[in-house]
């Protein structure tokens, strides 16, 4: 009797629902070319990663901390953050291309990419560096040397890298906005076609590593 007494008090009180799977999280860490700019936000190359995820029946999710202007020194005060908000399954590092248009020591630009890949690692995320050319008019030599550093960094810390997010796309007037550094909306598939090979194989590596969110209880 105290048994069945006891089951109809328990009753009586909400039940905890069993945990449910979180999707594995893709962040991307960038500025400009992946914030969005002067386009509606479902345009950019981050929003149409989150489609093309789904139609190939990754669980992953998309989180965007890219901020316009940003600096590979403003992703290195920020990836902390980013990784403890988040807990990424993939960090997407687009960033240096400010860098770069502001004659920044190449030296810096190393450091902080390191840093930041670094950080990812650390934190168990699968990192992807995606890198930029400048235009010509900086000198051959800073040029090659700026592209370098990405190798360099990829090299060093065995992160995946797409040498040049904008193959085929700088290179096109009409693929470019009037300010001949960002690219337009109709640009934006050709960007993920070109981190697509690199980036396919780290979402296979992450796709059942998932978390435990609580549902609420009724």
């Known amino acids: 009797m105290f048994i069945l007494r006891l089951l109809l008090v328990l009753s009586l009180f909400p039940v905890l629902a069993a945990p449910v799977a979180a999707a594995p999280v893709v962040a991307v860490l960038g500025d400009s070319l992946s914030a969005a700019h002067g ?3 479902d345009d950019s190359w981050v929003a149409l990663l989150e489609d093309r995820m789904a139609a190939e029946g990754f669980p ?6 890219s901020i316009s202007g940003e600096t590979s020194r403003g ?13 990424p399954a993939v960090l997407i590092v687009e ?5 770069g248009l502001r004659g920044q020591p190449l030296s810096a630009l190393r450091e902080n990419l390191a840093a930041i890949v670094e950080r990812g690692q650390e934190a168990g995320a699968e990192v992807l560096l ?5 235009p010509p008019n900086y000198g051959p030599g800073y040029v090659e ?6 190798r360099a960094v990829a090299d060093t810390t065995g992160a995946a890298l797409v040498p040049q997010l904008l193959e085929g796309v700088g290179e096109r007037r009409e693929l470019m906005q009037g300010d001949g550094i960002h690219p337009t ?3 934006q598939p050709t960007m993920l076609d070109n981190m697509w090979p690199a980036l396919e194989p780290l979402l296979e590596a992450t796709r059942d590593l998932t978390g ?7």
């Not at 992953?60 to 901390?65: F, K, L, R």
């Not at 960033?95 to 860098?99: E, K």
């Open 39 to 41: 386009m509606d936000r």
């Open 60 to 65: 992953h999710e998309v989180v965007n901390a």
């Open 75 to 87: 992703g290195r005060d920020r990836v902390d953050g980013v990784l403890a908000d988040h807990e």
């Open 130 to 134: 995606l890198g930029v050319r400048l």
């Open 185 to 187: 909306a109709a640009a």
């Open 95 to 99: 960033l240096g291309g400010n860098d």
């Open 145 to 150: 040397g700026f592209a370098e550093v990405y």
């Open 212 to 218: 435990d969110l609580p549902e609420q209880a009724p």
